[in-house]
């Protein structure tokens, strides 16, 4: 059974002081992983897609990486609306084309 | 690009009564869509896989007859919640794989209350 496992569960961060977010997975063969992020009462907003281990993303202040075992979430110089929670989820190779999510972690960058 | 949508937003209805949540992809065809279900301060919880055509796939204690999903086109997709309960109550959200790729791309939600 495929199963994700987030770091922590609550964040809370100054504005500049950077940080990152992990997420373990185990998964039978990885198609791929996905981070979110979800504001209050929305629907998940995409971020990233990483396929292979040695894989890294960026986007603003935001950088994903992949291993074998889990992905890191870099958040560098965080602004108050990067407060939000971020959510890992991934896709395996076999069975059912559904994603798996973490449990999310919630991060408050305070001014 | 990749915006899926969802009407209504918000909706508050009596227990017994049936209310139907729809979801569109705005600009790519999604010939799969997916229905969420989201408790406060948890994470998001599939309840079925909808494929254009054919019959929605729902995970393991989904009841399939209470919550009716047909998508009928390649961008649209509905869930009917029949005979709502107060626990029925949630935030249920959608999504959309885009075609040829593994990427969802979510709805903004609908907040159901069931009185």
């Known amino acids: 059974e495929d199963q994700v496992t987030q770091s922590p569960e609550a964040l809370r961060l100054q504005e500049g002081e950077s940080s990152s977010l992990n997420c373990s997975y185990t998964v039978s063969g990885l198609r791929g992983l996905f981070w979110y992020r979800q504001d209050p009462g929305k629907g998940p907003e995409f971020l990233f897609t990483l396929y292979s281990a040695g894989e890294e993303k960026e986007k603003e202040r935001l950088k994903a990486t992949l291993t074998k075992k889990e992905s890191f979430l870099h958040i560098t110089a965080p602004k108050p609306e990067d407060s939000a929670t971020y959510l890992c989820?991934?896709?395996?190779?076999?069975?059912?084309?559904?994603?798996?999510f973490g449990s999310g972690t919630r991060l408050q960058v305070q001014p | 690009g990749a915006v899926v949508s969802q009407h209504p937003s918000r909706v508050i209805c009596k227990s017994g009564t049936s209310v139907k949540i729809e979801c569109r992809s705005l600009d790519f065809q999604a010939t799969t869509m997916f229905w969420y279900r989201q408790f406060p301060k948890k994470s998001l919880m599939l309840m079925a896989t909808s494929n254009e055509g054919s019959k929605a796939t729902y995970e393991q204690g989904v009841e399939k007859d209470k919550f009716l999903i047909n998508h009928a086109s390649l961008t649209l997709s509905t869930l009917t919640v029949t005979s709502a309960h107060p626990e029925d109550s949630s935030f249920y959200i959608c999504?959309?794989?885009?075609?040829?790729?593994?990427?969802?791309?979510f709805g903004p939600g609908t907040r159901l209350l069931v009185l």
């Open positions: 989820a991934v896709l395996s190779l076999t069975g059912r084309r559904a994603l798996t």
């Open positions: 999504s959309a794989r885009i075609p040829g790729g593994e990427t969802q791309y």
